[in-house]
């Protein structure tokens, strides 16, 4: 059994295999071809709680309700408030707990069902790039907060504390719950940013253009894979924008409609001589860029192509999905660190994680209680704290270009419906 459900701008395939929960991931496009935003037709629907037999309002006395002594009545739905990076983006709204249903699959082993108690945003208002067609069904969040999703499955005993993501060169991917880093991978640990540890920061010591490092000053990135590019801070881009106009062989151009300022005009010859890029991190553990370009080939003989990095206010950097391509990246959520290894996405056999099978009674797993809400080396965050900037940072991102894949940003699991009832 398959089934598949649709958040943000993913189509979200769901099995649970008997050593792991894994979601394939086939993104509806959307993407900047040089101003021009294209997004394949999909038959969105909307959530409606009154539709689904397992629904039911999160009252604003549960122990999960965190604006709780906004609500006139202990009874009252909880209410949510997300503000976000991009300029006066935020969603708000009532929280839903449901069921997300897990159908194992293998071909070595009986199939069951697994049925894990999720909450739900239930958008009622946006603002902002949502409605300008960002996650035009929803976003998934995979966040350190109490009510993300892996940190509902680990806390009801499904999963270990980790999961992996791993997008593909054709945007499309998969997600592990419970995946763990192995032997064979590289990491480096998340570091805490301003004194917290509630996000995946990362420490970042040089950034290599062709075999030229720059030595930067020291500097912290969120890896989010929410965000659809990369971006540096102003200072750190500078240098290495220069450094990589200076060795790339090709015809510098201006694109009216590209956020970026350096693209090229350049033959196909020219385009194999295109210096490589990498991070180094603070354990100094190398991580080669697949492809840090946008290409737009005109035909056989020249392309357009421009370095999709981006510069932003502030003291930290963002890892976008652009940089994650060909990689499956482990978010150990236990250990704070992040694993990666080179990988098509489509060699995950998911041997490291685990899945625990359901209780011999079938039941579903329910919303951990107040007793298992603590997961070790982790920070509760409430949603209203998404938003990391100010509302005129210079991270906003254009209208043609998708704000977000959906899968980091966002503390909960978002999904935009009918009025509550």
Partial sequence: MLEAICFGSLVIALIALPSLLLITITLCWC???????IMQDKDLSEYNPSLSNTSKNLPCSHHLCKLGTNCKGPKEPCPYIVDYNSENTSTSGFLVEDKLHLASASNHATKNHVQASVILGCGRIQSGSYLDGAAPDGVMGLGLGDISVPSLLAKAGLIQNSFSICFDENDSGRILFGDEVFATQQSTPFLPFAGKSDDYFVGLEHYCVGSFCLKLTQFQALVDSGTSFTYLPTEVYEKIVFEFDKQVNATRIHLQDSPFEYCYNASSQELHSIPSMRLMFATNRSYPIHNPLLTDSENQAFSKFCLTLLPMDGEYGIIGQNFMKGYRLVFDRENLKLGWSKSNCQDINGN?????????????????????????????????????????SSVAVPQQIPSWLGLMISLVLLVFCLPVT
Wanted: charged share 10%; aromatic share 2%; net charge positive.
């Fill in 352 to 392: 490291q994680a685990h899945l625990k099978p359901p209780s011999n009674d079938g039941s579903p797993n329910p919303l951990p209680t107040t007793e298992q809400q603590s997961i070790p080396n982790t920070r509760a965050v409430p949603p209203a704290v998404a938003k990391r900037a100010s509302s005129n």
């Fill in 31 to 37: 993407s900047l071809v040089f101003g021009a935003s």
